[in-house]
């Protein structure tokens, strides 16, 4: 694995967010959501698409607070465009695991 500067390491801008909303997304070519996050006052609400079919459902993906890289480009996937790449850990068959706060903070707070 290469190493990576500290300098480096600050060009990746990870925030929390609380998803808003969360659609099916039939055009994706593996099964995956549509989420609407807020990120607070300082980024609004941004959109990502997420292949987290197999763990969450719509219901539980409300409210909840993720972690995400929000300054990537917007990338085209279909005809939605992503916004942030939300992140996440694979677990033993692939499928991904979010990354989650332990307790509740102000939308928007950066990974320190």
Aim: some cysteine; aromatic content about 8%; charged content about 25%.
């Amino acid at each position: 694995m290469e190493e990576i500067s500290w300098s480096d390491f600050e060009k990746v801008d990870m925030r929390v967010g609380t998803i808003l909303n969360v659609a099916d997304f039939p055009k994706a070519r593996k099964p995956a959501y549509q989420l609407t996050i807020d990120f607070g006052d300082e980024l609004g609400i941004k959109q990502s698409s997420a292949q987290i079919t197999v763990h969450y459902s719509k219901e539980e993906l409300l409210g909840k607070q993720i972690v995400a890289i929000v300054n990537f480009p917007k990338k085209q996937i279909a005809n939605f465009f992503s916004e942030c790449l939300v992140t996440g850990f694979a677990d033993d068959n692939g499928d991904i695991i979010l990354t989650t706060v332990e307790k509740k903070v102000p939308n928007g707070a950066k990974l320190m």
